[in-house]
């Protein structure tokens, strides 16, 4: 049986990250734990989720010229990930994110770099890849026109869109219109009802909300369907939230229906969770199976 195919449109960070008891007040400085760097970014972490779980991922973005840049295409190619859509540049750095994590959530910064560069032009250069694949992915950590060129593209060629708003930016009526599922957390839908005020009643069976520890929910004909997830010993949440989409977009490339893909993608971040940092925190496929059948 062959691999369902997912092209992730989206983001390479490096993280560079700080663990502390607390954050930091403003004005304070505080000492922190550990110093770490890992390679991240939301679209990154949701290929190599994907990956594990069993999709054959192409990657479509960029990277500076530069060390990370270097690494997190290595890392990428190294979890089976087809890296040859990831274009290098020479005039920018490679994005990366400032992480604190303490022992109950974290806050992050993050600079786009190269990121901020994948434009339309480079969909454009790329755009086999898209049409060969089950689902598309993609975040809002790439410039919002590139989001909705790739919407418009999926609507143009009938190909499955998984939009995860984050972070939260008004959408446009292509990327609402053409989506298969938009995937925001509870503080983004917050977010994306403010910016439209009718989002949640015209498209609201689009949504699928994650609600951390919660679990998540989705709506069928006008009722809340809540999907509780699994208990887990949390060491850091970074990347939960990807490792969420990774899971929910392989279940539904395999054409497996919406209540199983949140069963199977809360399972798969609740286990996330209970390790340190985001990519190599993914878990696999049997890994998630267990957990769900205990």
Not at 38 to 54: D, E, F, I, Y
Not at 134 to 153: F, G, K, N, R, S
Not at 162 to 172: E, S
Not at 268 to 292: C, D, H, I, W, Y
């Amino acid at each position: 049986m062959s691999k369902p195919k997912v092209t992730i449109v989206g983001s390479l960070n490096m993280d560079l990250v700080v663990t502390a008891e607390r954050h930091p007040k403003i004005g304070e400085t505080l000492t922190g734990e550990k110093f770490t760097t890992l390679c991240g970014g939301k679209g990154a972490n949701q290929a190599v989720a994907a990956a594990r779980l069993g999709c054959d991922v192409t990657f479509i973005g960029r990277v500076g010229n530069d060390a990370f840049g270097t690494e997190m295409i290595e890392s990428l190619k190294s979890e089976g990930v087809n890296v040859d859509h990831i274009e290098v540049l020479d005039e920018v750095e490679s994005g990366i994110a400032m992480i604190t994590v303490n022992p109950l959530d974290n806050t992050i910064i993050v600079v786009p770099g190269a990121n901020a560069h994948v434009t339309k032009d480079v969909i454009d250069k790329h755009r086999e890849a898209l049409l060969e694949s089950d689902v598309v992915v993609t975040q809002l950590e790439i410039p919002m026109e590139t989001v909705d060129y790739v919407a418009e593209v999926c609507g143009d060629n009938n190909i499955e869109l998984v939009v995860n708003p984050a972070p939260a930016q008004k959408l446009t009526d292509n990327i609402i219109n053409n989506s298969t599922y938009i995937t925001p957390n509870q503080i983004e839908l917050t977010q994306l009802a403010e910016a439209h005020p009718e989002l949640l009643k015209d498209h609201i069976d689009k949504f699928v909300v994650t609600s951390g520890s919660k679990g998540c929910y989705y709506t069928v004909d006008a009722y809340r369907v809540d999907v509780p997830t699994m208990k887990a010993e949390v060491v850091d949440t970074t990347g939960a939230g990807d490792c969420f989409n990774g899971a929910f977009v392989s279940y539904i490339a395999q054409g497996r229906s919406l209540e199983e893909s949140c069963h199977f993608a809360n399972a798969a971040a609740s286990l996330s969770v209970e390790k340190f940092g985001a990519q190599n925190a993914m878990p696999t496929t049997e890994q998630v199976l267990e957990r769900m059948n205990r």
